[in-house]
């Protein structure tokens, strides 16, 4: 089977054994099923973002007089440097589709049930590192709509009981946002959550190949398919298609860079931000400064930690999928925080700007 | 003769556990401390020139620099001057003048204030700090009151 070269290789790793029971796996056979693919999909994703990142952070210059001219040089004079950009700023919101398809899917599923809430959990750690992601690269091209969405969004650190205030100060470096801030986001982007996001992907994965995928609940076939070649022929279709997707997004429909900030200026009107952060920005907005004598923020902010507590939470407090029941609760949860999150979404796209 | 409570290896586990939390805490504390920012001396001026008056026209505004604060000053179509902190009150954006609605809006999340920096509407809790203005010597001065 192997060549002379692989031979030799294999008597000094010894990993082909292991290689080689990872690719005869049996598969449940309704992984076969696009909403198995969507885990996949997201890793390409991933690995994609860690591949154009690397390229960019080659031409980035991480400080305020330096990091907005250095992008607009990437767009404007570096041979592709259009498309790595392009690709890395559609690529973060084709990625951010795909986990929150995924999170959907695997909820509803309750694949999340005995053994593999761990999995859930990290699955959930790497919802809030991609979020992170998201957050800290906003900032990196330093532009108006970079400043601002850093400003309020690092704000709502101050609502935090008792170490918000401290909080707030170190995340931004100082009282206001400015060049500590953008060094600690620029460390906090290429290093710290790289290193978190593998681990966690490390973790998720190798949980996902000791638990095998889950069965549906009620779902009785036992019916299986080798993951080699069948899984990984269809993972690998999906995985060119959103390449491609990216690349073709990347060029129609680039991500512009706006005007250098300038932290004396206003808010620019019409400001907003990404989508996936569009249900927090639009709940900041209605609820009003106050609540009954309470910090409006504060409220909202103890509103979305509550949420994203009983979806995280969810392998320990629904029972019944666990008993193989349908999971009546989890569901009205879930459909209760999709109505909130996508009909938040569509009043905020559809008012009058 | 009775086993005394303190056994001796539990007094060197003890020991140990101490000595571990010790070199925590000797690692922890400079990474945190050196991760804080210092806190600043504030160093917001007492008061800060603007210009001539007349350089702001009536019914329209001007952003300031007040240390590393924005501030506004403006006009009202009466003519008479205002200044106040440019810093909105819900999550702390710059708000600027809008001549058209004749208020202060803030366009991080539709905040409105009315020429005098009190909230109107949208989810400011409170009003704009208010400023003091004064001039003298042919010259507009904002001061902190």
Same mark, same amino acid.
């Given at each position: 089977m192997l060549g002379r070269a692989a031979r030799w290789l294999d008597d000094r790793l010894g990993l082909w054994p292991v290689l080689s029971g990872l690719l005869k796996k049996p598969v449940p056979v309704h992984a076969k099923t696009p909403f198995y693919l969507l885990g996949g999909a997201a890793l390409f994703l991933f690995l994609l973002q860690l591949a154009t990142g690397v390229l960019l952070a080659v031409h980035y210059h991480p400080t305020p007089e330096a990091a907005h001219a250095s992008v607009g040089r990437v767009m404007g004079?570096?041979?592709?440097?259009?498309?790595?950009?392009?690709?890395?700023?559609?690529?973060a919101d084709v990625l951010m589709v795909m986990v929150l398809a995924h999170?959907?899917?695997?909820?509803?599923?309750?694949?999340?049930?005995?053994?593999r809430e761990l999995t859930w959990l990290t699955g959930m750690g790497l919802l809030l590192v991609m979020g992170a992601f998201c957050f800290s690269g906003s900032l990196l091209p330093w532009d108006t709509f970079a400043y601002f969405a850093t400003a309020v969004g690092t704000e709502?650190?101050?609502?935090?009981?008792?170490?918000?205030?401290?909080?707030?100060?170190?995340?931004?470096?100082?009282?206001?946002?400015?060049?500590?801030?953008?060094?600690?986001?620029?460390?906090?982007?290429?290093v710290l959550l790289p290193l978190a996001a593998l681990a966690l992907v490390g973790l998720h994965v190798y949980l996902i190949q000791r638990h095998g995928m889950s069965r549906p609940v009620g779902e009785t076939s036992e019916e299986s398919v080798p993951f080699f070649p069948v899984v990984v022929m269809m993972d690998a279709a999906v995985w060119v298609l959103l390449l491609g997707a990216v690349v073709?997004?990347?060029?129609?429909?680039?991500?512009?860079?706006?005007?250098?900030?300038?932290?004396?200026?206003?808010?620019?009107?019409?400001?907003?931000?990404?989508?996936?952060?569009?249900?927090?920005?639009?709940?900041?907005?209605?609820?009003?400064?106050?609540?009954?004598?309470?910090?409006?923020?504060?409220?909202?902010?103890?509103f979305f930690a509550i949420v994203a507590l009983v979806w995280a939470m969810a392998p320990f407090w629904d029972r019944a999928s666990a008993r193989g029941e349908r999971p009546v609760l989890a569901r009205a949860v879930g459909v209760a925080t999709l109505v909130w999150a996508v009909g938040i979404s569509m009043y905020s796209y559809a008012r009058p700007q | 003769m009775a086993r005394p409570s303190l056994t001796r290896?539990?007094?060197?586990?003890?020991?140990? $556990? *101490?000595?571990? %939390?010790?070199?925590?805490? +000797? &690692?922890?504390?400079?990474?945190?401390?050196?991760?804080?920012? @210092?806190?600043?001396?504030?160093?917001?001026?007492?008061?800060?020139?603007?210009?001539?008056?007349?350089?702001?026209?009536?019914?329209?505004?001007?952003?300031?620099?007040?240390?590393?604060?924005?501030?506004?000053?403006?006009?009202? $179509? *009466?003519?008479? %001057?205002?200044?106040?902190? +440019? &810093?909105?009150?819900?999550?702390?954006?710059?708000?600027?003048? @809008?001549?058209?609605?004749n208020a202060i809006h803030c366009a991080c999340h539709d905040g409105k204030y009315d020429v005098a920096g009190r909230n109107v509407s949208g989810p400011p809790p409170r009003p704009l700090e208010p400023l003091a203005v004064e001039v003298r010597d042919g010259a507009l001065y904002v001061k902190r009151v």
């Open positions: 004079e570096v041979p592709f440097g259009w498309l790595v950009r392009a690709m890395h700023a559609r690529g999170l959907v899917t695997t909820y509803f599923l309750a694949a999340y049930r005995p053994p709502e650190a101050r609502t935090v009981p008792w170490v918000g205030e401290a909080l707030l100060r170190a995340v931004r470096g100082g009282e206001t946002v400015g060049a500590p801030t953008l060094a600690r986001f620029y460390v906090g982007h290429v073709v997004l990347a060029a129609l429909h680039p991500r512009e860079l706006g005007t250098v900030a300038n932290p004396l200026a206003p808010a620019p009107r019409g400001i907003r931000p990404e989508w996936y952060f569009t249900p927090a920005y639009e709940t900041l907005r209605i609820v009003p400064g106050r609540v009954a004598g309470i910090d409006g923020p504060l409220v909202a902010n103890a | 290896r539990r007094f060197i586990d003890m020991l140990l $556990a *101490g000595e571990f %939390l010790a070199l925590a805490a +000797a &690692v922890l504390y400079p990474m945190f401390s050196y991760l804080f920012p @210092r806190a600043s001396m504030e160093l917001v001026p007492r008061e800060v020139k603007v210009g001539p008056p007349d350089e702001i026209a009536p019914g329209s505004a001007k952003l300031i620099n007040m240390g590393a604060k924005p501030v506004l000053v403006l006009r009202t $179509a *009466g003519g008479e %001057l205002r200044a106040m902190s +440019a &810093v909105c009150t819900h999550l702390q954006c710059t708000v600027q003048f @809008r001549p058209e609605l």
